[in-house]
């Protein structure tokens, strides 16, 4: 893919519509050649503005985080790290990192993009655009693991969809802000949980910090079975209740959600859900393999789905 055909970043939010509030952005976090725009989204602990370019150059965006606080810098630090580290086109590309007296800003592509959720709820994309969206994002997380680093946190609000003229639907996966990384000391408690209910791996829940990548496959494998039936696998009418089905394995069988999904990939749904890691595919590269054959590996052992 051509340089320019790079995504760009855009708001995350339902709908895409961002909150005319420009002068939150200190700036000295405006890159020359730029100006404050709207703000896009929010986190618990960063703000995402749009830089918006004063003469031909491309749409920017600038991820904020206070100076102060540890565990904020910490994480702003690994994200810079491993963007700095990583170059996929379907994913979301450093450009300059910048500080103040009180905030540090991540300067990244803006994405022009509709999260994957609203993506698949308006388009009602055929099942091409929806394999290859899935593609995109598997070879993204496969880039971040050859790295050695873990997303821990793929759902569908970090996953960006546009449309392509070239290659059609074009994914890109953004928010590395609580990534795990072997480059950087680690900063997450001991038996703490990051994530999203619901696309979080069972030994995810109990221990955030000593997961490895195979939490990413459990969570891309929730990722397909959304792609595949439009909802996913776990749900409740809480947090709560969504963190206990995943640690107890309840979830809507993939061939009852979705009976016209090839039976490949229901197999590929339930090998990269099992509760056992050890059960999941060896990493994103054997993952991008059982697509290409659209089966699995001649020496996979057989996936054990308990808990349905």
Known sequence: MPDDAQPTWTDAAPLGEPTERHH?????????GYRAGPLLGTGSQSRVYALVPTHEAPPLAVKIVQRGVVTQQARFDREVDLLGRVRHPNLVRLRDVLHGPTSSGLVMDRINGT????????????????MRVFRQVVGAVAALHTLGAVHRD??????????????????CLIDLGIAK???????????ATLGTPGFLSPEQIHDAGGVDHRTDLFALGCLLHLILAGR?????????????????????????AAPDAPEWLAEL????????KDDRPRDAESVKGWLDRQGPPSDRRPTFVGGL
């Open 181 to 191: 990384s072997p480059y950087l000391d680690g900063i997450t408690l001991q038996g």
């Open 115 to 130: 999260p994957l959720q609203t993506w698949l709820e308006l388009d009602d994309p055929s099942h091409v655009d929806r």
């Open 232 to 256: 996913p696998p776990f749900r409740g009418p809480n947090p709560a209740a969504i963190l206990g089905a995943v640690a107890l394995g309840h979830r809507e069988p993939i061939r009852e």
């Open 154 to 171: 793929l759902k569908p609000g970090n996953v960006l969809v546009r449309d392509h003229p070239e290659v059609g639907s074009l994914a």
């Open 269 to 276: 749904v339930d090998a990269l859900l099992a509760r056992e």
């Open 24 to 32: 939150e952005i200190p700036p000295e976090l405006i890159p020359s």
